[in-house]
């Protein structure tokens, strides 16, 4: 599963869902292809059922405007990078830590957070963070292969 989170209507916020606009049509079709609001207990649900997630969001501020941070989990060292993860009133880990208690965090996980500018309501999206979703979008479809590849290599 790919899977866009954040809020359009919020300029940066928007690139989760951005970038899975650019998604369509271009995973192969047993890629499931969704984008949420960021609500902790709709993201868990939502990968339950997967073994591979890959999730696209906006990261708070931090100093560079589009720069995208690559995490792969799901370990500590992951926690500790949690500021990256998120512009919601909650923290991506926080979902990753409930779906892991619950035991429904899918094996293989990879967060591609692009840091953002401006998350006010209804501003247009930062043209760095626009930028950057266009790379991260090919970073994924990349990404989707390599885990297709592992995948088949497990299954042989």
Excluded at 25 to 38: K, Q, W
Aim: with cysteine; charged share 20%; net charge negative.
């Amino acid at each position: 599963m790919v899977l866009g989170i954040g809020n359009p209507g919020r300029a940066d916020d928007g690139v989760g869902a951005l970038i899975a606009g650019r998604l369509a049509d271009r995973l192969p079709a047993d890629v499931t292809l969704v984008v949420r609001s960021g609500d902790i207990v709709t993201l868990v649900e939502t990968w339950a059922e997967y073994g591979a997630l890959i999730c696209v969001d906006a990261a708070n501020p931090m100093g560079q405007p589009g720069r995208v941070h690559r995490l792969e989990g799901p370990d500590d060292a992951l926690a500790e990078s949690s500021s990256l993860t998120s512009s919601h009133g909650f923290c991506l880990a926080d979902a990753i830590a409930l779906a892991r208690e619950l035991r429904t965090l899918p094996e293989t996980l990879v967060i591609y957070a692009v840091e953002g500018a401006c998350f006010d309501i209804g501003a247009p999206m930062t043209p760095q963070v626009a930028k950057a979703a266009a790379d991260v979008a090919e970073q994924i479809i990349e990404e989707v292969d390599r885990l297709s590849c592992v995948e088949a290599r497990a299954t042989m």
